[in-house]
């Protein structure tokens, strides 16, 4: 939208783009239809830069993941856009056919009756210094789509939109789904600062010296021998699950795998090693020095980042493994000379939400106290705080066992509420229903993703009875439809925060470099780390607000200013 003397004009412009920098444009009024005739540019940049500056349109294209990338590289920075293809997937998934080609293909083919052409296959990530070279990013798979396309696909999803139970609250889904999009291209241009020479000391402080002939370096060799040493052993490959089993019950101890909280629970001196092999194993084949000379260049971790890669729409990355980066290895994230880093965390965000959502007034009393959790102890809890945390998260997360039920019992007595909303979208999720977020984002159907939770696999001992094999995937899908009403509406407010502060930032020297799940970095100049910290918290502000109303929870966010990423509270 661009503002005027004391009224709000929505002004859309679809936009397509050719392989040699060209393409057309053509304004639409909201409703999708064409307000002017196709004009069509030899220099797309440019013609977009201009209109930009006229104007602040909202851009209508097929995929940001393909379209922006070329405008940031030719220096345009664009306010706002709808993509197309990430709101087909929304709608799709609200009518119950998760997983469909989303493409514009598919979508005009759907909408006339015919075949539906699959979505091409995601173009491999590229590392830093490796992108294409042409302008804009040729994608395998069917021609692109021309205006036309475009205009016809955006009238069908305003109508669809319009249909769903909420549509104030969708667009608001489809807003922010939009906006991520292009903060995620944004990112991955400006890149995360890392120091390689903090990150080499890192990595010879924990793995020693790299093999002069590959393979691992020393301290894991080291390692590997202590542990075969330990089991009596002349040689173990200790990232091997399979040789470790093994090793295992030579010494006469079975064990269903070899994960860490399995491990921990057996008495043998080779333990303490095989834990610490895996966890540098890690460290050194996630973000070793292979990794750093992919994927650090000129100073920053460009990573490429998949807006809602994940059901509930949390984000994801294709290369790189930029939402799993270690504590430790965040060491060398370090601010430019005379920058810091403003590192927001969004603490107690599901059970907030669950307060925000639920209309549980009691639970949402609580939910505006800086701690959630002391808050509800000192409500119903006795003031045990730790019980009062075991409560929510397990009616959160279909915690059933233990500890939980007593502390259940107590929820569901003086939040009822709160308790039979996570309860009804478990019961939906068992009977194979769908389930919704609290912006329309829905859950895959039954069908959909949830074969292999049935706990049954080629290696089970013997036959199970298929009955309880079926009751055993309904609770499994109970669980996920529980957590999902939940975190999926975290990752909207999420979303939402990112796109606000995305605004709020626009024209400053500060930068968005990192988003993880609910934690946001900016880098900025020392000097205006107060001013975007006090952005952020009217971010947060303003994404409650949009998604919520006037709602008694609150959702107070975790400032730090910090030179270093690792040095964030």
């Not at 004009?39 to 393909?66: C, H, I, K, N």
């Not at 197309?84 to 493409?103: I, K, N, V």
């Not at 922010?176 to 903090?198: H, I, K, N, Q, Y």
């Not at 998260?393 to 996570?422: C, D, I, S, W």
Request: include cysteine; aromatic fraction near 8%; charged fraction near 20%.
């Amino acid at each position: 939208m661009s503002y005027g003397p004391g009224r709000i004009v929505f002004v859309l412009v679809a936009v397509v783009a050719d392989e040699r920098g060209g393409g057309a444009l053509q304004p639409l009024d909201p409703a999708g239809h064409p307000t002017g005739a196709a004009e069509p540019v030899t220099d797309l940049a440019a013609a977009v830069a201009a209109r930009e500056a006229a104007d602040r349109p909202r851009w209508l294209w097929a995929s940001t993941a393909t379209t922006y990338p070329a405008l940031l590289r030719a220096g345009v920075r664009v306010d706002r856009c709808h993509d197309l293809e990430l709101t087909e997937a929304l709608l799709l998934g609200h009518d119950g056919r998760w997983g469909e080609p989303r493409s514009v293909a598919a979508a005009l083919a759907r909408h006339g009756g015919g075949p539906v052409p699959p979505d091409p296959p995601p173009r491999p990530a590229d590392p830093p210094g490796h992108a294409q070279g042409a302008l804009f990013d040729a994608r395998p798979g069917p021609p692109p789509p021309d205006l036309t396309d475009l205009i016809r696909v955006y009238a069908d999803q305003v109508a669809r939109i319009a249909a769903t139970a909420h549509p104030g609250r969708f667009r608001l889904l489809v807003a922010a789904e939009s906006a991520g999009a292009l903060v995620a291209v944004e990112m991955g241009a400006t890149g995360l600062p890392w120091r390689v020479e903090v990150h080499d000391e890192i990595l010879a402080d924990l793995l020693g010296e790299p093999s002069p002939v590959g393979g691992p370096p020393r301290r894991l060799a080291e390692l590997a021998g202590r542990i075969a040493a330990a089991f009596g052993l002349r040689q173990v490959h200790a990232e091997s699950p399979a040789e470790l089993l093994r090793a295992f019950a030579r010494a006469g101890v079975e064990l269903p795998n070899t994960r860490a909280w399995v491990l921990r629970g057996v008495d043998h001196p080779a333990v303490p090693l095989v834990l610490e092999y895996k966890e540098l194993y890690r460290i050194w084949t996630a973000h070793g020095w292979a990794w750093r000379d992919a994927w650090v260049s000129g100073g920053r971790f460009r990573p490429e980042y998949v807006p809602a890669g994940v059901v509930s729409g949390r984000w994801a990355s294709r290369g790189g493994g930029a939402l799993q980066i270690p504590k430790v290895i965040r060491r060398a994230v370090v601010a430019d000379p005379g920058w810091r880093f403003v590192v927001a965390d969004a603490g107690q965000l599901e059970p907030r939400v669950l307060a925000a959502v639920s209309g549980d007034a009691r639970l949402a009393a609580a939910g505006g106290a800086g701690d959630l959790y002391a808050a509800l102890a000192r409500d119903s809890f006795g003031g045990d705080r730790p019980r009062a945390k075991v409560a929510l998260l397990g009616a959160m997360y279909g915690q059933t066992g233990g500890e939980a039920v007593p502390a259940l019992a107590v929820l569901r007595r003086n939040y009822p509420t709160a308790f039979g909303y996570v309860e009804a979208a478990a019961r939906t999720g068992e009977a194979g229903g769908l389930v919704r977020s609290w912006l329309g984002r829905t859950c895959p159907p039954g069908s959909a993703g949830f074969a292999g939770l049935t706990g049954v696999g080629e290696s089970d001992p013997e036959p199970v009875d298929p009955q309880s094999n079926r009751a055993r995937a309904a609770r499994s899908r109970g669980r996920f439809t529980r957590n999902f009403v939940i975190q999926a509406t975290a990752a909207e407010w999420a979303s939402t925060l990112l796109a606000t502060l995305r605004s709020a930032l626009a024209g400053t020297d500060a930068e968005l470099v990192f988003f993880q799940h609910d934690e946001v970095l900016v880098h900025c100049p020392a000097e205006q780390a107060d001013t975007v910290a006090e952005a952020v918290a009217r971010s947060g502000d303003r994404a409650t607000a949009l998604l919520f109303g006037a709602t008694p929870v609150r959702f107070p966010l975790d400032l730090s200013v910090v030179g270093c990423y690792a040095d964030a509270a």
